[in-house]
């Protein structure tokens, strides 16, 4: 199985702030990564796949990079709303598997 | 817009089956693949299984593979996990989800989940 690891497991951002978030795969995933957003008591929320394609209606201040084993997801003006749990998955092969998630809190 | 709806979540001993369900809406079901997926109180996410469009090929996660199974149909728009053997380490919500691809796939739309708590 592909083990997806996150860093950090938490951080703590001001309104305003630049966020990223990194997430490692156990090996070459290419580029079949998502990212999802999960406020407590929802369901998940996919903001991107393919490492970089944005999902409609998702803000611009989101973005995602890498390929291979290591990706990023950038939140470039952390807003209120953002406050959350993120998720990375990989979809390269079953089983599919997630990251342990970066919780997102206000400082 | 794409609704599903989960049910059949609930209190059940260890060792015994429970079945849920997912009825989806708002796209054409028929044609996309559909996931089980779940999240232990306070955890993370764990993919459990997923089921092609026909419902020809499925694949599981180790943990459930042998105990349970998914299923669907297309007649009715809805998709079932069948879940036996039940043991503590399985009480989760329940999400249902459907793929954003064919094969292995990210998930694009998803329930608001269903609770089974396994306890004796």
């Known amino acids: 199985d592909i083990q997806m690891t996150q860093s950090p497991s938490a951080l703590s951002a001001f309104v305003g702030d630049r966020v990223t978030i990194t997430c490692r795969a156990s090996?070459?995933?290419?580029?079949?990564l998502a990212w999802y957003q999960q406020k407590p008591g929802n369901a998940p929320n996919l903001l991107i796949r393919?490492?970089?394609s944005l999902e409609s209606g998702v803000p611009s201040r989101f973005s995602g990079s890498g390929s291979g084993t290591e990706f990023t997801l950038t939140i470039s003006s952390l807003q209120p709303e953002d406050f959350a749990t993120y998720y990375c998955?990989?979809?390269?092969?079953?089983?599919?598997?997630f990251g342990p998630g970066t919780k997102v809190e206000i400082k | 817009q794409v609704t599903l709806v989960e049910s059949g979540g609930g209190v059940v001993q260890p060792g015994r089956s429970l079945r849920l369900s997912c009825a989806a809406s708002?796209?054409?079901?028929?044609?996309?693949?559909m996931n089980w997926l779940r999240q232990a109180p306070g955890k993370g996410l764990e993919w459990v299984a997923i089921?092609?469009?026909?419902?020809?090929?499925?694949y599981y996660a180790e943990s459930v593979k042998g105990r349970f199974t998914i299923s669907r149909d297309n007649s009715k728009n809805t998709v079932y996990l069948q879940m036996n053997s039940l043991r503590s380490e399985d009480t989760a919500v329940y999400y249902c989800?459907?793929?954003?691809?064919?094969?292995?796939?990210?998930?694009?739309?998803w329930g608001r989940g269903t609770l089974v708590t396994v306890s004796s």
């Open positions: 989800a459907k793929a954003a691809e064919t094969g292995s796939t990210p998930f694009d739309d």
């Open positions: 708002g796209f054409s079901f028929r044609t996309y693949g």
């Open positions: 089921i092609s469009y026909n419902g020809k090929s499925n």
């Open positions: 090996q070459n995933i290419n580029s079949w």
């Open positions: 393919k490492a970089s």
């Open positions: 998955q990989q979809y390269t092969v079953f089983p599919l598997t």
